[in-house]
């Protein structure tokens, strides 16, 4: 019963440390598709309101223009932070 | 590394280059030193040769040297820092075209490595655009000033403070470096990632059957144009903000 016990934990330890380096890959996949989701709806309503603007004056279009690609810039850094935490993590 | 049965090369293999000259020592020459070499005597070179030859009617690289001056001045400095940041024109100019030039080796044939895939060089003109914008802030508004000005932004009830300097803290004074190199960094990891991963499949798939190379060999064309923007794109960012960073250390928000 005890030899039993032993081999079942030593199964168990054993699947535990089989099964880190595909955690650490299902991890890494999860996290950089869940630190996209904010940055791309962040993007569309930056580049939504940027249109909206240039159409609506033309004439403002080049400061739109800049103002717009700052504001993609800003909401892109938290994507490309979880694309880094992808990188460290793959194995 | 196996994906979908393609034989794709371990991560390391597609950035890490083996030194070729001066091996061991600090001067150690890899394939990304060369880049940065040929990107800096490429920048040198434009401008003065465009320098070499006045003539009242531009024309080839003086051409090229007075619109990208052009550019930097009409469409980042005047948009951020307004007539007096006429003086860093130069600055910007030479490091737009140094971040442009070590990207652009990304889409030229049997280069095919953009530069700034690699944390060195970014991190080290992200620390230098740091300390510039820490010296203007503190030379046009004084120490105490500028850190009152960078930590308790105006228009805030007093209690919010509590919240607000800390956040500041961390945006100004750490987060801004860091974003500003990971940006340049990663977008050129991904891109270079991106080509790798197309091009694989077209060799894989022209091994096998040679019909099967073409939708893949078609995105690698259509993904090449989208890295020249990319890579035009990240050089004209990091310089807008670097003018941002530097516009705000100049002048305050009231």
């Known amino acids: 019963m005890l030899s039993l016990l032993a081999t079942t934990f030593s199964i168990l330890a054993q699947a535990v440390t089989d099964n880190t380096e595909g955690l650490k890959a299902i991890g890494a996949g999860l996290g950089y598709g869940l630190a996209a989701i904010g940055p791309g709806i962040g993007i569309g309503v930056v580049v939504a309101a940027a249109i909206d603007a ?38 | 590394m196996k994906v979908l049965a393609l034989d794709f090369p371990p991560v390391s293999h597609l950035f890490e280059w083996p030194d ?63 007539a007096e940041g006429k003086k860093y024109v130069p600055f910007l100019t030479t490091m737009f075209f140094f971040i442009f030039f070590s990207n652009i080796f990304e889409v030229i044939p049997f280069i095919q490595f953009p530069a700034n895939a690699r944390m060195a060089v970014p991190i080290a003109m992200a620390l230098l655009v740091w ?3 820490n010296f203007l802030g503190v030379k046009n508004q004084g120490f105490f000033g500028y850190l009152k000005n960078s930590l308790f932004p105006p228009g805030v009830p007093k209690a919010l403070y509590l ?21 340049l960094w990663a977008n050129m990891v991904a891109g270079h990632l991106l080509l790798v991963t197309f091009a694989v499949l077209s060799a894989t798939l022209w091994d096998s059957t040679y019909v099967g190379a073409v939708a893949p060999a078609a995105m690698l064309v259509i993904m090449t144009g989208f890295e020249i923007l990319v890579s035009f794109l990240q050089a004209f960012i990091f310089t807008i903000l670097t003018a941002v960073y530097m516009g705000g250390a100049i002048h305050p928000e009231h």
């Open chain 1, 54 to 91: 240039m159409t609506r004056q033309p004439e403002s279009a080049g400061t739109a223009r800049t103002t717009m690609f700052l504001g993609i810039a800003f909401t892109e850094a938290l994507a490309l932070i979880g694309f880094v935490v992808f990188i460290l993590l793959l194995p």
């Open chain 2, 20 to 82: 070729f000259a001066f091996e061991g020592t600090h001067l150690a020459m890899n394939k990304t030193v060369l880049i940065y070499l040929f990107a800096l005597v490429l920048t040198m070179w434009l401008f003065m040769s465009a320098g070499a030859k006045k003539s009242l009617v531009p024309r080839g690289v003086s051409h090229v040297a007075e619109g990208g001056i052009n550019f930097v001045e009409d469409s980042i400095v005047m948009q951020t820092m307004g």
């Open chain 2, 131 to 133: 300390v510039i914008y």
């Open chain 2, 163 to 183: 919240i607000v300097t800390p956040i500041e803290f961390f945006s100004v004074f750490i987060i801004r470096p860091l974003s500003l190199a990971i940006r």
